[in-house]
Structure formats: C-alpha cells, structure tokens
C-alpha cells in the first residue's frame, strides 16, 4: 500500500497500549528489511531516517526508495525525518514525501523550542505532514547531536502540556532517562514520568533511545504508555555485525549478495523481535 500518515496509526497504538516501532533505516538494505519483518509480524512500522542519511541520499531517493518498499507490502508504513535540526533538510521532507518530521529544537529555551517547532508545525500542517516536537534533553549521541547523561534535562507533564497546546504537534518526544547509543552507564530511567507524560500530554508519547534497554525495561516503557519506539543504534551493529560474520567465515566468496542477504536476515529477526517485545505484531 501506499505510504502512510502515522497519526492514525500512533493513535491506535496509544489506545491499544501497544508501541510502533520505528527504525532507523541507512540504505535500501534496512529499508526491506524493516518492511520485511513488519510484514512477518504484521505490524505497522515506522521507517525513519536521521538528517545525516538525508544529506548522504538526498529527500527525493529516500522518498522513492520507501515508497517502493511500501507500495509491495500489504502493512501500513510510514516515512518519518527523525531529530531534523536543519530547517532546510525539514521543508524539503514536508515537501516531498515525508509522511511526518521531528523538529528537534530541544536544545534551545522552551520559548525558542515552541517558536521553532510552531513554525514546522504550520507549514507541516498545511501539507498534511504529521509533526513530532521534543522537549528536555535526551542524552547519547545521534548523528552530530552528542548530550552527556548528567546534561540530560527530563520532561514534566506540565511543560509537557503547555509545549502540545502551544504547538500544536502531533507526537511528542520526551526526556524520560533514555538515551541514543548504547549505554555506557546505568541509565536512570523515569517510568512514571512517562506515565504521567502520556495521561497529560494528550498526544501520542515518544520513546527515544530504544536501543540496548533489557525487554523487562521495553515492556515497562509500553505498559506506562509510550505509542512510538525508536530503534537506530541496534540496526547499524546488526547489520555491520552481519557483514563481518559472513565475511569471517567465507574470507574467499566473492558474492556480494550472499553477504548482503546474511545481514539482511539478521536485521529480520532483530527487528521482529523488537515488534513483538512493542506489542505492535499482529496489529497490521
Ligand atoms: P538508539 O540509537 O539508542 O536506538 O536511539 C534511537 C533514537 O532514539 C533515534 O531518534
């Protein structure tokens, strides 16, 4: 089917007190990939890209390349422009085939962050693109936005509140103790901060970091009410992980589509595992 507006399917979510999971995608390798195992699971699924897999490909062949992948599958997808901090790279996906975009401008006062993200929200709207807005700060390192644990800043239901109402955004991301990459130290998560997140916001709650959190964490982040679940770190260590476990035990092949196929299979199972652990199986 054709891509999909996420709002719909976030609202599900959030009312069905499942999670979508929303990957990371750097190529056209990951992007069946994740189609892939959506369709396995029958779950609906979030294709993403972070603003450095734009500049590498440019809008228009993401755009194509998720519209391909999608159009064969019988699961709902959507193409979303995640932590988009250039306002250029954010006009052009609104333009041109994006289904939604994240303005993060979290790193700026709450004023500039709600003048910032209204200013996407408007023009978003007016192409039918959905909006994600963050507010406080999410640690860890995603493309060249690198936030150390102790300058994490966590999200509170009333800033929450007044960020959606003053924004209007469709989603929200929030600072909950979760961080991009792998964690180099205990994280000190805030499960009931989110709970209280999603009660209050009144919009679809977003999980950032999602990689390397143990599934009893995952589980307690889907019951306390997040709707979507993002997922990049654990892709790219699969995927190059795949490549040199091929690579190591077939040092003489010399067939790339062997290779790529290994580590194609690999991110199916990775990712549909995710999809279980988010409840979203079996909901497409
Ligand atoms: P991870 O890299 O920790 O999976 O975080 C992904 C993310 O939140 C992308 O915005």
Same mark, same amino acid.
């Given at each position: 089917m054709p891509l999909v507006h996420p709002v719909a399917m976030l609202q599900a979510a959030r009312e069905g007190r499942y999670c979508v999971g929303a990957f990371n995608v750097v190529d056209y390798l990951t992007i069946e990939a994740v189609v892939e195992a959506a369709e396995a699971q029958r779950a609906p699924v979030i294709l993403q890209t972070s603003s450095g897999t734009v500049k590498r490909f440019g809008v228009p062949i993401l755009v194509q390349m998720a519209e391909m992948a999608a159009g064969a599958s019988p699961v709902p997808v959507a193409l979303h422009l995640d932590h988009g901090t250039d306002r250029e790279v954010i006009r052009q996906a609104i333009h041109e085939g994006y289904n939604s975009v994240m303005?993060?401008?979290?790193?700026?006062?709450l004023q500039e962050n709600i003048a910032r993200t209204r200013d996407v929200v408007e023009e978003s709207h007016s192409h039918g693109v959905a909006v994600e807005g963050e507010i406080g700060v999410v640690a860890g390192t995603e493309d060249d936005i690198v936030v150390q644990q102790d300058d994490a800043i966590y999200t509170t239901p009333e800033e929450a509140l007044q960020f959606r109402e003053s924004t209007g955004i469709d989603f929200l991301a929030a600072a909950i103790g979760t961080a991009h990459g792998f964690y180099k130290v205990q994280p000190r998560l805030d499960i009931d901060c989110l709970r209280k997140l999603a009660e209050t916001a009144g919009c679809p709650m977003v999980v950032h970091g999602? $990689?390397?959190?143990p599934s009893d964490v995952v589980t307690k982040l889907v019951a306390a009410g997040g709707a979507k679940f993002n997922v990049s770190t654990q892709i790219k260590q699969t995927y190059i992980d795949g490549l040199y476990e091929y690579v190591d035990s077939?040092? $003489?092949?010399?067939h790339p589509l062997k290779l790529l196929n290994h580590a194609r299979k690999e991110l199916v199972e990775m990712i549909g595992q995710y999809m279980t652990l988010l409840g979203s199986a079996g909901k497409a």
């Open positions: 303005i993060d401008a979290s790193a700026h006062p999602g $990689t390397g959190l077939h040092r $003489t092949e010399y």
